[in-house]
């Protein structure tokens, strides 16, 4: 797979936001400043928001290549936090795992996730812990793997699809030269449907326990 380093580099931290403040269909909303998405964290200026946060818990989702390329998150931000690495798309970057993500066009964010069902697994085991909030967890472009996990966490917390959307179309702000599309996120909800809604979803295909999307409502709703 081809990646454009260049320009990951120059994204280092700019597609950074706090989930929090997002309705729910339930007359809830998700708590400001415990969850927040980035691109990657290698280089950080001096302004950056993560620097002022009490942070506890930072989940990386680049592969190993990603992050021998890149770098690892900045040592000002590791210093202070538990960081756990899940190296989703590592196959990717060797012939036949390319293949495997372009063998479904349109379906690429599904195959994001169901190509890595043991990551997306650790994923929310981490989030239903009860001392790892506030967290961060990102990827390269903080928009892909990022988004499609932020968009089962919405889910999972109850926020309406058009708003899952908006938040994940904040990225062409960062990429204006490769949009992502609303429709990008279409299979994944339809996935989420066929197998009875995101509870249903999470637990038969990630093994995600009841105990643990219990504990991250309790933790991320108000």
């Known amino acids: 797979m081809v990646v454009d380093f260049n320009l990951l580099r120059e994204a280092a931290g700019k597609n950074f936001r706090d989930l929090g403040g997002h309705p729910t269909v339930h007359g809830r909303r998700v708590r400001r400043g415990r969850i927040f998405r980035s691109s990657h964290l290698a280089q950080l200026p001096d302004e950056h928001p993560v620097r002022r946060l009490p942070l506890r818990t930072l989940v990386t989702l680049q592969s190993r290549i990603e992050l021998r390329h890149l770098g690892p998150p900045h040592q000002d931000v590791l210093r202070a936090v ?20 372009l063998s479904q066009p349109g379906r690429e964010h599904l195959v994001m996730v169901t190509g890595f069902p043991s990551d ?3 994923f929310f ?23 499609v996990g932020a968009a089962m966490l919405l889910e999972l917390l109850g926020v309406e699809r058009d708003a899952i959307v908006a938040d ?7 990429f204006p030269s490769s949009p992502l599309r609303a429709e990008q996120l279409a299979p994944v909800f339809a996935r989420i449907d066929e197998a009875g809604g995101i509870r249903d979803f999470l637990r ?3 093994s995600v326990s009841e105990a643990e999307m219990d504990a991250i409502r309790e933790d991320l709703l108000e």
């Open 82 to 101: 538990r960081w756990e690495h899940l190296p989703i798309g590592e196959r990717w970057f060797r012939d036949e795992g390319a293949a495997e993500l």
């Open 120 to 122: 997306w697994r650790r």
């Open 125 to 147: 085991a981490i989030l239903g812990e009860r001392d790892v909030y506030p967290l961060v967890f990102h990827c390269s472009a903080g928009r892909d793997r990022t988004g």
């Open 168 to 174: 994940f179309l904040k990225s062409n702000l960062v």
């Open 204 to 206: 038969e295909f990630i």
